[in-house]
């Protein structure tokens, strides 16, 4: 959205298009509709190559459901890939862009074999697979984290952080009672911020629906649950308390919501992390260490090796669900080490990320 919003101020007559695999496809058109309703969004078939981190190789060969699956999504990809060498041929960009999910492969390898320039951008601190395949034939790579964190050519690549709205930026005292009063927060007690990403994040959901009763007693409670398990939270938290709420998505205001929060608890998405050094926000990172090579473990410890976030172990956290709220407790209750905290997660934003992107998108064209 950043770097779209960047492009368009430079060429405002740019044709863009906006490809996404089904499954993000609702989440996706609900963001561009509160950026620009003539982006269109369209999907790609696409299958991803399942690795869990927690497992050895042995045992996800040994899991028939898990190998049969693999060989499923595996067709899928050649499937995405001829959807999108046919839909390349009749668009035919200047610049293919990609962020590294795994819709993201089929479509740079047309874009490869049309010869269409291609640029990538690597949010995690470990890049992905479709990355590290896609950077063979990169016209050009962009990434979030440092270059030391990656084998990327050098030549080829530059570090630029990661693309985030202007609107994610220290909040003012009067920005954040306006902010308050627009999401009908109560102005003087804390605001807890609790979120899993678009999909939401299950484990997350269920410690905080356990601990609910707690968490109210500590301050004001926003839940982003994701979309999958709305439904049940629903029925399980209240819809008439003043101290909590509960969303499954947010499309419009999230920037205005953390900008509100005293505490924000979250994964270890990428961008979501950058958005809240940008916030210079006290941050509580609970890693699902299960995804594939483990990134989110990677991404939370770049920031918790410079004191920058609190990171809790998500298997600690389900067999003592407690140690959520006091995490909590001890980033309200102390005042200055937590300010320091978010002081020293602030200097991992980068503003220009967004304008450096776009230079990039737009120099590779042929």
């Known amino acids: 959205m950043a770097v779209l919003k960047e492009i368009h101020s430079r ?3 740019a044709d863009v298009r906006f490809w996404c695999d089904t499954k993000f496809a609702r989440q996706a058109t609900s963001l561009l509709k509160a950026y620009d309703t003539s982006v269109p969004v369209q999907t790609i078939v696409s299958g991803k190559f399942r690795r869990y981190n927690h497992l050895t190789f042995m045992q996800q060969l040994l899991w028939p459901k898990l190998v049969l699956l693999n060989i499923r999504d595996s067709f899928l990809v050649v499937v995405g890939f001829v959807q999108s060498f046919f839909k390349l041929i009749m668009w035919r960009p200047d610049v293919v862009f990609t962020k590294g999910g795994y819709v993201c492969l089929p479509v740079g390898l047309a874009a490869r074999v049309l010869r269409i320039p291609l640029v990538i951008h690597d949010s995690d601190a470990h890049p ?4 590290r395949v896609l950077s063979r034939w990169a016209t050009s790579i962009a990434t979030g984290a440092p270059l030391e964190y990656y084998t990327y050519p050098e030549a080829i690549s530059r570090y630029v952080g990661i693309p985030i709205s202007s609107d994610f930026h220290v909040f003012t005292h009067a920005e954040r009672q306006v902010a308050r009063q627009q999401w009908g ?3 003087l007690r804390p605001l807890i911020v609790i979120t899993g990403g678009g999909l939401g994040a299950k484990h997350i959901n269920d ?3 356990e601990t609910l ?5 500590v301050g004001t409670v926003v839940l ?6 709305y439904d049940e939270l629903r029925a399980l938290t209240p819809a008439d308390d003043t101290r909590f709420q509960l ?12 900008g509100a929060a005293d505490v924000v608890v979250t994964r270890a998405g990428a961008t979501t992390m950058l958005e809240l050094a940008a916030l210079s926000k006290p941050t509580i990172v609970i890693p699902n260490a299960k995804l594939t090579g483990g990134h989110q473990v990677k991404n939370a410890k770049v920031y918790q090796d410079a004191d920058a976030v609190i990171v809790l172990n998500e298997e600690s956290m389900l067999n003592q669900p407690g140690q959520l709220v006091m995490a909590i407790n001890e980033v309200l209750n102390h005042h200055e080490r937590s300010a320091a905290m978010a002081s020293r997660f602030a200097r991992f934003a980068r503003p220009a990320a967004a304008k450096d992107m776009a230079d990039m998108i737009l120099a590779a064209k042929k």
Do not use: C, R, W, Y
Request: charged letters at 15%; glycine letters at 8%; proline letters at 3%.
């Open 185 to 187: 927060i109560d102005q």
């Open 224 to 229: 982003i649950s994701g979309t999958l398990q």
């Open 247 to 258: 969303h499954a998505f947010v499309s419009e205001g999230m920037a205005s919501l953390l």
């Open 11 to 13: 060429h405002p007559k």
């Open 213 to 217: 009763h707690e968490l109210m007693k």
């Open 128 to 131: 992905g697979l479709t990355n």
């Open 207 to 209: 410690v905080v629906a």
